[in-house]
């Protein structure tokens, strides 16, 4: 882009600013909930975001149209005939629809919204892609809903099988996904119907994903964005249990013990430790939380010995190798403090996910726009997004974080309008930069 071309982009985001607040302010009066916002995966709550969206798309200049799973798109349409083939290399960007129960109306919304008016802007400003740009709002990225994450994303990329998917259950309503998708008037017949997936890397050249920050990196650093370097896996216990013995208080001398809060204790402490060594060491991004913790209130007394104690385990990093040590030495703790503490550790299946890399070029392009744009910004790891799906589907991915107060998953969630506005004016620079 020229420098005149910059500016005009730039001052046709900032005037589409007031069509991005009417969005937000549609979209959470069709889905408030309490003081939240409750938008389950296929109800007529994230059926109205999408429909509103894809509205308010239509109104400056975009084609729109939803995918058989009920992902909906809003494409900028490249000049002469450079993208008029649908299936040539587009530039993707967008974020999810649904929230989780009682949760903050931008958590996704704010990436599906961000897409939709940066291609408004670059129409707007005259600008002309070398590739069709397109935004998505996807279905489903909460695992609140189904109990697995990310459903509208891996369907699109063609990541799940049908057996997987028949086995969906909303854990609220308990009716299978088909059903919920069916009062939507989408078969999920048509889902499986032989082609090739939604999205692929032979139809999509990059997928940039903007979202609220939910964390409290940016707001401590004082910085409008950030630009994710990686997305964590994690390695989770959900339902570990020490077993040990209920024993008197004052009867049972030490050695004869079976004390399961206190060879917790001492498991979570030596963890403790460790997860600061890593995070001291080579990997900043390790993370570590114990979410759950509890005695059985039916038998825990004052006067009694713990028996059992249960608890969470939830370790998160970019790095493979500070997963797998992590997950070593949690073997190796169980084992020690049972023989020496006379207790018994049942752990469970662990489950988790890898780490996924962002694209260093895409990370690269959107730290340049940035600092074109005057806008400052730093770099950190971020949690699971949608991006994590077509990361992992070969196609090159990166996020933008904005800035957002008071956590997420909550009613309490605040981004301010001009911290919006500074993400949408870097995602716009650099999907038009990436379609030249
Ligand atoms: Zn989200």
């Known amino acids: 882009m020229t420098p005149g071309q910059s500016q005009k982009l730039h001052d046709a985001v900032r005037a589409l600013m007031p069509v991005a607040e009417d969005i937000f302010t549609d979209v959470r009066a069709a889905s408030q909930d309490d003081i939240g916002v409750t938008r389950p995966a296929w109800s007529i709550q994230d059926q109205a975001a999408a429909d509103i969206l894809s509205a308010a798309a239509r109104d400056h200049g975009l084609s729109t149209r939803q995918d058989a799973i009920g992902n909906s798109y809003a494409t900028l349409t490249a000049p002469n005939g450079a993208g ?10 967008g974020s999810h629809l649904d929230s989780v129960a009682r949760g903050g109306n931008f958590d996704g919304l704010a990436g599906a919204v961000a897409g939709v008016v940066a291609l408004a802007a670059i129409r707007q400003a005259g600008l002309q892609p070398g590739c069709n740009l397109t935004a998505m709002g996807i279905r489903c990225e909460e695992s609140v809903w189904f109990g697995i994450a990310y459903i509208g994303a891996r369907l699109a990329v063609g990541n799940m099988d049908r057996a997987e998917f028949d086995a969906l259950v909303r854990l609220d ?10 009062d939507l008037g ?4 048509d889902i499986w119907r032989a082609g090739p997936p939604e999205i692929s890397p032979a139809n999509t050249k990059a997928f940039l994903e903007l979202h609220i920050e939910q964390g409290p990196v940016l707001v401590e650093q004082n910085l409008p964005v950030g630009i994710a370097t990686a997305i964590r896996g994690n390695l989770r216990f959900g339902d570990a249990i020490c077993y040990g013995s209920y024993q008197h208080s004052a009867a049972t001398p030490r050695r004869l013990r079976q004390d399961t809060v206190l060879a917790v204790s ?14 001291d060491g080579a990997d900043p991004s390790a993370v570590f939380t114990v979410g759950k913790l509890f005695t059985d209130p039916v038998h ?7 028996g059992e104690c249960h608890f969470s385990l939830n370790f998160g990093s970019t790095e493979q190798a500070s997963q797998d040590r992590f997950g070593a030495a949690i073997t190796a703790l169980t084992a ?3 023989a020496r503490r006379r207790v018994r550790f049942v752990m469970g299946a662990p489950v988790g996910s890898s780490p996924t890399r962002l694209d260093p070029g895409l990370r690269a392009g959107l730290v340049q726009n940035a600092g074109r744009l005057g806008i400052p910004c730093t770099e950190f790891a971020t949690v699971g997004h949608d991006a994590s799906i077509f990361a992992r589907a070969g196609i090159p991915a990166a996020v933008l974080l904005v800035r957002n107060n008071d956590g997420s998953h909550n009613p309490y969630e605040k981004m301010a309008m ?7 004016q870097v995602l716009a620079a650099t999907m038009m930069e990436l379609s030249a």
């Open 300 to 306: 825990h007394a004052l006067t009694k010995v713990p």
């Open 336 to 338: 020690e403090i049972a």
């Open 186 to 189: 989408i078969a999920a017949d």
């Open 84 to 93: 008029r083939d649908e299936a040539a290399p587009g530039i993707l960007t």
């Open 266 to 279: 001492e498991l979570l402490q030596r963890l403790e430790a460790l997860w600061h060594e890593i995070e």
């Open 173 to 182: 309503s308990g009716q299978g996904i088909a059903a919920h998708m069916l």
């Open 418 to 424: 001009a911290d919006f506005e500074q993400g949408v």
